[in-house]
């Protein structure tokens, strides 16, 4: 290995343990609430090593969010890939696929949302903001395509794809918001899930093609 490679490799190494740190203080602490000096006391970092790599704590969310688009991806990915599906059997995995999507990291999923209906994207770095809008237009398309494939084989009404694909991802994204606002006056109370079931059956009514 080169010295050139050993150092990109610890740059990364040292990103990835800020990221990682930046999650357990917005967790705690909660985004709006959490400072880069308390990220950089939890990455056992000085605060000037943080700025090397992210300019404001914005960039630290934004970066978050990342990963969890990725992994949207890879869900959305297979679920295509599934070509032996029914229709049926490829929304139902499409919407299985959104409850494993809030499983795998409730905390950033809702950050994310917040990120993408704020102003705060006008401020991240160009190189990082074309990544999340490649990510996803990269997702909307992916669910399009289901919907595409189902207006095809006459199984769904004929509407656009991706206007499909905007509502569904707009009720996911706004069903996750909500039951995480009411949380936050009862926390003993989570019907997110029972929430999303009945959205998605309603969802899937509408678009049904009778026959």
């Not at 999923?109 to 917040?114: A, G, P, S, V």
């Not at 770095?125 to 992916?142: F, N, P």
């Not at 009720?171 to 995480?180: D, K, N, P, T, Y």
């Amino acid at each position: 290995m080169g010295i050139q490679e050993r150092k990109e490799r610890e740059k990364e190494r040292r990103r990835q343990q800020i990221i990682i740190a930046a999650k357990r203080v917005f967790s705690e602490k909660g985004f709006n609430k959490a400072t880069m000096e308390d990220i950089a006391k939890e990455a056992e970092l000085s605060p000037g090593t943080l700025y090397l790599y992210f300019k404001n704590k914005e960039e630290l969310n934004a970066s978050l969010s990342l990963r969890i688009l990725q992994y949207i991806n890879i869900r959305l990915t297979h679920v295509n890939k599934e070509t032996a599906f029914s229709c049926d059997q490829k929304l139902k995995a499409l919407m299985e696929a959104m409850y494993d999507v809030y499983d795998f990291d409730p905390l950033v999923i809702i950050n994310m949302f917040h990120l993408q209906s704020s102003e705060t994207l006008k401020n991240l770095s160009g190189s990082l903001l074309a990544e999340i809008k490649d990510l996803s237009q990269k997702s909307i398309g992916a669910i399009a395509k289901i919907f595409e494939e189902g207006m095809e084989k006459g199984f769904y009404v004929n509407h656009h794809p991706m206007a499909l694909a905007d509502i569904f991802w707009s009720m996911f994204s706004g069903i996750v918001l909500w039951e995480a606002s009411k949380k936050i006056i009862s926390s003993d109370k989570d019907y997110l899930k029972s929430t999303l079931a009945t959205a998605f059956e309603l969802f899937e009514r509408g678009i049904r093609k009778q026959n």
